[in-house]
Structure formats: structure tokens, C-alpha cells
């Protein structure tokens, strides 16, 4: 991330942003901020609220209590903020089974207001740069799970986002793919394209990201930044807030 | 914009399901058949007598196909995972509804004039009623479209589409025969005869147009996509 785009005025605000799911609270007083061409890395147990956080910044999901700022404008009064500025691959990257790839990234195009030529160049555009072609006729329910995966990521970057949400995305992807998919990020991220990369996998946070949060039971229990040589010490941090239940203060120290 | 993409999107996915295709044909060849015995009556000199009991013929398989047509609309997308797609897109409870409503009634307008053109093909032939003709299209129409709408209620409350096409063709039924009952006591009026829809339904099969009879449907469709909205947006508030 340079200088000049750390600077810039927030894509994302979260404030005191509270969500209760199935009766528990999943997401409680989150506070979080995200520059134009940051990647930010979002760690948790199952359960620690990394999901519906997402669910939530993608607008899919609407905070019990709290603000969700795009560009400094509430998106919780305009939801059509979402569909402009966000990208967002949801966890298993659900798909219409009986669509080809093609039919989805017309419908996610227009969903996300592109039409006629604007959508014809950017679905053109997106086939190209995740090798989409050999698959672009096929139907969706008949693609690998890997496959899915690079179409639910061309969906949510087709209509060029300020802000990208990627939910595991390197599910199901082999070796390479997971290669490609972190120069993709790097590529978005140079771009000033600001990313949340949610994952299980720590290894992926110190490859891309520069900043990483730690969810533990719904809290923000650490946010700062992460460097490709620090694994070690991101593995301590994590297994020190998941498996001690440790409290934000002490982690916060 | 967003109620032409979800309308879009649902056209696209009715038209490349095999379902809907093979619905249509079976529909209609069972309504060939039925055309083909009535071709006798219409020997005898009167179209409508051919195609009134056709239209009827058709307001009876209705019942099945309608349910089974619309059945994913709603509890698909829940299945498949992708009504947050919607609903990230910021497209509201019920425009998301009312798009999966409207892609359904090209399909069920084209059946409708797929069965009308065979008793048509004949018309040049006779004379037809062609008052009484239009009374009892307009009817089915309205009839189709009401079932359409209870269907995606239906859908709209279940994440299996057979348990939603299970619940509509039930519901579609009690609504035609709640005032059975009544009707075997000889009780013509009253509210329980107003809420069946047989009594609107063969009202207009009959060739009578009544504003009464039109607002009974339109009622009935609206009702029916107010709570598919409100089941839909109880779910984006759930997530």
C-alpha cells in the first residue's frame, strides 16, 4: 500500500457496529476502518463473527445497532452505496445451478447497474483476467468447487468495487490457483481497491495482507498492522486469543 | 432497474430449467387431447362450446402446473444460497419478490394462447361468442395469475420447492372448494362463498365480467406478494 493511498479518506467505517444471529450476539460494538488499497486480513474461530461481519459490510445483513459508513456516506440509508462500491464473495460461492458463467456475470452485472456495452466490456474484461473462457458456456452447477470459487470472484469484481469482500476464498483452490488468487488481491490492492480477506489459513494473511483483526466471540480483540516475515509472531497472537479466551484489554497490551 | 435484472435473471432461469419446458408440453398435449373429444361439440356448430370447456380443462391442470412452475422461484434461491446476492445488491424484499412474480407470467400468458389457438384454428369455420370468449380468457388469465402468486407465497416460506409446490396445489384447492360446504346446504351468499375462488373463477368462465369478481384476483395476487415480501425481508433482518 503506498503512502499516498494510506492517507486517503476511508473506503469503510465501522462504528460500534452490534448484530445478534440465532439468538446470541455473533457481533458486539466492532469498530473498524479501511484505507483505499488496504488488505486487511479477518481471523476467527468458527463461531467468532467473521461471517456475519462480512455479511453485514456486503449488505446482505443489517446491524442491530451501530453505523456502516461507504465513502463516508451511511450505506444503511442507501443501500444502493452496496451495490456500487461492494464486491463480495460469500463463503462456498453460492451459484444458480441451471446458468452458465456467462449468464451469471450478466446477471450480477445488472444487479449492480452495468448494461448494454459497460457490461459487455467489463464481463469481457473479467473472463480474460481469471481465465474464464474455457468456462464460459458451462453451466454452473456442474463446475468444481475450485471453479465456483474464480466465478464467485469474477461476480463480485466485475463491476470494479471500491471495496472488495472475499469469505474463504481460497476454498477448494489448488496450489497455483491460491497463487494467482494472491496476485489478484495484490493487483486489486496496487489498484486502490481496499480488501477484506477472511480466512482460516494464517499463512494467507502474512502473504497478502497488511493489516490484520482478530474476531474472538463476536469482539475485536486485536487490529494492527502484519508483515510477511512475522508469521511466527501472528500464530502466537492468534492461538493466544482463540485458545485462551484471552479479554481485549490484555491483548490490546 | 434492479426489478428488470431480478426479472431478467428469473426469466433466464425458468427458460433453461427442463421443468418448465416439459410442463408446457405435457399441459398441452393433455389439453390437445381434451380439445380433440370436444372437437365433436364444435361439429355440432358452436365454437364456444369446444373452447369454453377447454379453458376449463385448462383452470383444472392449472392447479398442478402452477405450483410445480414457480415452485424454486423463491425457496431455490434460499436452497442455493444466493438470496444474499440479492439482497448485497441492494435490491429490496419486494422488488425481489415482484421481478420472480412478473417472469412467471410470460410463461403462463404463452400457455394460455398456446390452448386458446386451437379452438381458434377453427373460428373461420363459425361464429363464435367472441364476448363470451374473451370473458372466460380473461378469467383464466386472472386465475393463473393468482395461483402464480399464491405459489410464490408459498416459496417464499420454505427452503424445499417441493414442500412449496405441495402447499400451493393445496392451498389453490381449498380456496376453490372452501365454500363447498355451503354450497351443498344451498347457501349462495355470504363471506364464505365471497372467499372462493370458484365463485369468481366461473363467474367470468361463464362470460360474466364483473368489477367485483376482477378486484376478488387482483386482491388475492397482492395479498399474496405482501406476505412472500414480508417473509423475505423477516429473512434479511434474520440473515
Known amino acids: 500500500m503506498t503512502a499516498a493511498l494510506s492517507a486517503a479518506p476511508p473506503v469503510l467505517q465501522l462504528d460500534r457496529v452490534t448484530r445478534r444471529r440465532a439468538g446470541r450476539v455473533a457481533v458486539q460494538d466492532l469498530n473498524l476502518e479501511l484505507a483505499p488499497g488496504q488488505v486487511l486480513g479477518l481471523l476467527g474461530v468458527n463461531g467468532a463473527g467473521k461471517s456475519t461481519t462480512l455479511s453485514m459490510i456486503a449488505g446482505a445483513l443489517r446491524p442491530d445497532a451501530g453505523a456502516i459508513r461507504l465513502n463516508g456516506e451511511d450505506f444503511l440509508e442507501r443501500p444502493e452505496l452496496a451495490r456500487r462500491l461492494v464486491g463480495w464473495l460469500p463463503e462456498r460461492a453460492p451459484v444458480w445451478p441451471e446458468l452458465s458463467v456467462m449468464e451469471h456475470l450478466d446477471a450480477h452485472g445488472r444487479l449492480r447497474g452495468l448494461h448494454g456495452a459497460a457490461l459487455r466490456e467489463a464481463r469481457g474484461a473479467i473472463i480474460e483476467r481469471l481465465e474464464l473462457q474455457p468456462l464460459a458456456r458451462r453451466l454452473a452447477g456442474i463446475l468444481s468447487q475450485g471453479q465456483r470459487q474464480r466465478l464467485g470472484l469474477a461476480c463480485a469484481l466485475l463491476h470494479r468495487p471500491a471495496l472488495l469482500v472475499l469469505d474463504e476464498p481460497a476454498n477448494a483452490l489448488d496450489p497455483v490457483q491460491v497463487g494467482a488468487l494472491r496476485e489478484l488481491i495484490r493487483e486489486q490492492a496496487a489498484a486502490g481497491t ?10 494467507e494473511v502474512t502473504a497478502v495482507c497488511d493489516r490484520v483483526a482478530i474476531l474472538h466471540e463476536g469482539r475485536l480483540h486485536h487490529d494492527g498492522p502484519v508483515r510477511a516475515d512475522d508469521h511466527a509472531a501472528l500464530e502466537r497472537r492468534f492461538f493466544g486469543i482463540a485458545m485462551q479466551g484471552a479479554t481485549p484489554a490484555a491483548c490490546a497490551a | 432497474m434492479t426489478l ?20 408446457l408440453a405435457l399441459g398441452l398435449a393433455w389439453l390437445g387431447w381434451c380439445f380433440t373429444r370436444l372437437l365433436g361439440d364444435f361439429l355440432a356448430g358452436e365454437i364456444q362450446r369446444a373452447a369454453l370447456p377447454l379453458l376449463g380443462q385448462l383452470a383444472q391442470i392449472a392447479f398442478l402446473v402452477v405450483p410445480l412452475l414457480a415452485m424454486s422461484t423463491l425457496a431455490g434461491e434460499r436452497r442455493n444460497g444466493t438470496l444474499p446476492l440479492l439482497f448485497a445488491a441492494g435490491v429490496p424484499a419486494s422488488r425481489i419478490v415482484l421481478g420472480k412474480y412478473l417472469a412467471l407470467l410470460p410463461w403462463l400468458l404463452a400457455w394460455l394462447l398456446l390452448t386458446l389457438a386451437m379452438p381458434l384454428a377453427l373460428a373461420h369455420t363459425t361464429t363464435p361468442d367472441w364476448g363470451k370468449l374473451a370473458a372466460a380468457t380473461l378469467g383464466i388469465a386472472l386465475m393463473l395469475a393468482a395461483l402464480a402468486a399464491l405459489a410464490v407465497a408459498a416459496s417464499a416460506f420454505t427452503s424445499h420447492p417441493a414442500i412449496a409446490a405441495v402447499v400451493a396445489l393445496l392451498l389453490g384447492l381449498a380456496l376453490w372448494t372452501v365454500n363447498l360446504g355451503a354450497q351443498m346446504a344451498g ?23 364483473s368489477t367485483a369478481d376482477i378486484l376478488w384476483f387482483v386482491l388475492l395476487v397482492a395479498v399474496c406478494l405482501a406476505l412472500a415480501t414480508r417473509r423475505l425481508a423477516a429473512d434479511k433482518e434474520r440473515g
Do not use: C, K, Y
Open chain 1, 194 to 203: 481496499a480488501v477484506i480477506l477472511s480466512t482460516h489459513v494464517l499463512v
Open chain 2, 4 to 23: 428488470l435484472a431480478v426479472f431478467r435473471l428469473e426469466l433466464r432461469r425458468l427458460l433453461v430449467q427442463p421443468l418448465a419446458w416439459v410442463l
Open chain 2, 187 to 209: 347457501i349462495d351468499g355470504g363471506a364464505i362463498n365471497w372467499l372462493a375462488m370458484s365463485t369468481h373463477g366461473q363467474n367470468l368462465l361463464r362470460g360474466l365480467v
